[in-house]
T-cell receptor, first 115, second 110 residues
Framework: GAGVSQSPSNKVTEKGKDVELRCDPISGHTALYWYRQSLGQGLEFLIYFQGNSAPDKSGLPSDRFSAERTGGSVSTLTIQRTQQEDSAVYLC?????????????FGEGSWLTVV | GENVEQHPSTLSVQEGDSAVIKCTYSDSASNYFPWYKQELGKRPQLIIDIRSNVGEKKDQRIAVTLNKTAKHFSLHITETQPEDSAVYFCAASQYSTLTFGKGTMLLVSP
């Protein structure tokens, strides 16, 4: 596609429920990232996928968070037993090689509100 | 891991003035330093980047400088306009994960 696509754009869920957030990276991009941005805060790294390599999960805040990337393309971030502190914008980004080199392109984000 | 510090956290300028945002990084192996602009409710978008083999890069009203020895880099915006108002993030990277600063909210008053 033309850009990084994320769904849903907005999600309101009850505390304790599980949520899944989806990311479609730019076609051909081998690297995919998830970041979290709380209101008025910076960009917190969560997880990084590169090709077929084992993902870098070092940023996941707890074992309630997990992510997978199927077929080297679409990624799903899952948050189990959501808590109010999980409320944030979850940003997906992708990076390709070639002329764009290291440039990381972000999606519009999924706004998660836990009530 | 990499640690990026960004200052100031907020910056208010008058239209037409210059604005400077500074960042320091900790990992001497980092070799790629992008700057992102994020308008309210929008995605972060790359505005300029610099690699460690270059000391300065300019694109119209924006420029970035890099001092590898001191491990700091700066964003310079000249002739600021109200539409420059946004949050600006610096970042540092080697080959994989970008580590971001906490952001600078720039407000340009007409």
């Amino acid at each position: 596609g033309a850009g990084v696509s994320q769904s849903p754009s907005n999600k309101v869920t009850e505390k304790g429920k599980d949520v899944e957030l989806r990311c479609d990276p730019i076609s051909g991009h081998t690297a995919l990232y998830w970041y979290r941005q709380s209101l008025g805060q910076g960009l917190e790294f969560l997880i990084y996928f590169q090709g077929n390599s084992a993902p870098d999960k070092s940023g996941l805040p707890s074992d309630r968070f997990s992510a997978e990337r199927t077929g080297g393309s679409v990624s799903t971030l899952t948050i189990q037993r959501t808590q109010q502190e999980d409320s944030a914008v979850y940003l997906c980004a992708s990076r390709g090689g070639g002329a764009s080199g290291n440039t990381i392109y972000f999606g519009e984000g999924s706004w998660l509100t836990v009530v | 891991g990499e640690n990026v510090e960004q200052h100031p956290s907020t910056l208010s300028v008058q239209e037409g003035d210059s604005a400077v945002i500074k960042c320091t990084y900790s990992d001497s192996a980092s070799n790629y330093f992008p700057w992102y602009k994020q308008e309210l409710g929008k995605r972060p978008q790359l505005i300029i980047d610099i690699r460690s083999n270059v000391g300065e890069k300019k694109d119209q009203r924006i420029a970035v400088t890099l001092n590898k020895t001191a491990k700091h880099f700066s964003l310079h915006i000249t002739e600021t306009q109200p539409e420059d108002s946004a949050v600006y993030f610096c970042a540092a990277s080697q080959y994989s994960t970008l580590t971001f600063g906490k952001g600078t909210m720039l407000l340009v008053s007409p």
